[in-house]
């Protein structure tokens, strides 16, 4: 998502609230929808601060364990150790 926003220049809010679904057809658009409207506002916060995605999945309680790595090589380059 960060860098769609900076390539694209668009505000992280009305990407995540109005544009990003719209990157996706059929039965996943609802579904997306729907986790943006309970998501959103945490993983616009997450943007505006450039926090790790790792930090955002155990934000949302996607992750669990706490050594959960998405991005293996950007956790260590954030120096994360949840």
Known sequence: ?????N???VGVS???NKEFCS?????????CE?????????????????E???KVCL???LCTDKNCRIIKEKAQLY????
């Open 1 to 5: 998502m960060e860098n769609y926003v």
């Open 7 to 9: 390539y694209y220049k």
């Open 14 to 16: 009305d990407f995540v």
């Open 23 to 31: 990157l996706f057809d059929g039965y996943i658009k609802p579904t």
């Open 34 to 50: 729907a986790f943006i409207h309970y998501a959103g506002p945490i993983i616009i916060e997450a943007l505006y601060k450039k």
């Open 52 to 54: 790790p995605s790792d």
């Open 59 to 61: 934000a949302l309680g």
């Open 79 to 82: 120096n994360i150790n949840l």
